[in-house]
């Protein structure tokens, strides 16, 4: 099975910003030890810190789904869904 790639966009709620991100670094650590997990970033825009984005490369889609299913996968959802605007996920195959 192909690498599995993962663009996620996550645009915080003003006055929440600092919070969110918060959140969103503390996936970093246990994420990359997971089984699976090829590569995982964190970047926030510079001309609007609101919105962050992963670029995430897993070997395969299952692994991305044990992710998903994680204890603090979860428990990141459950903290910050009051506190983000919008969230869009790509799950990707590279075809060249």
């Known amino acids: 099975?192909?690498?599995v790639t993962v663009v996620a966009k996550v645009t915080?709620?003003?006055g929440v910003i600092e919070t969110?991100?918060?959140e969103l670094i503390k996936m970093l650590a246990?994420?990359?030890q997971e089984e699976g997990c090829i590569e995982y970033r964190l970047h926030q825009d510079n001309?609007?810190?609101a919105v962050f984005v992963f670029y995430e490369n897993w070997q395969n889609l299952a692994c991305l789904e044990q992710h998903m299913n994680a204890p603090?996968?979860?428990a990141y959802v459950?903290?910050?869904s009051d506190l983000i605007a919008d969230k869009?996920?790509?799950k990707m195959t590279e075809i060249v």
Request: aromatic share 8%.
């Open 78 to 80: 459950a903290a910050v």
């Open 72 to 74: 603090h996968f979860k």
């Open 20 to 22: 969110v991100k918060a």
């Open 88 to 90: 869009l996920v790509y």
């Open 47 to 49: 001309e609007n810190p």
């Open 30 to 32: 246990p994420t990359r």
């Open 12 to 14: 915080a709620n003003s």
């Open 1 to 3: 099975m192909s690498t």
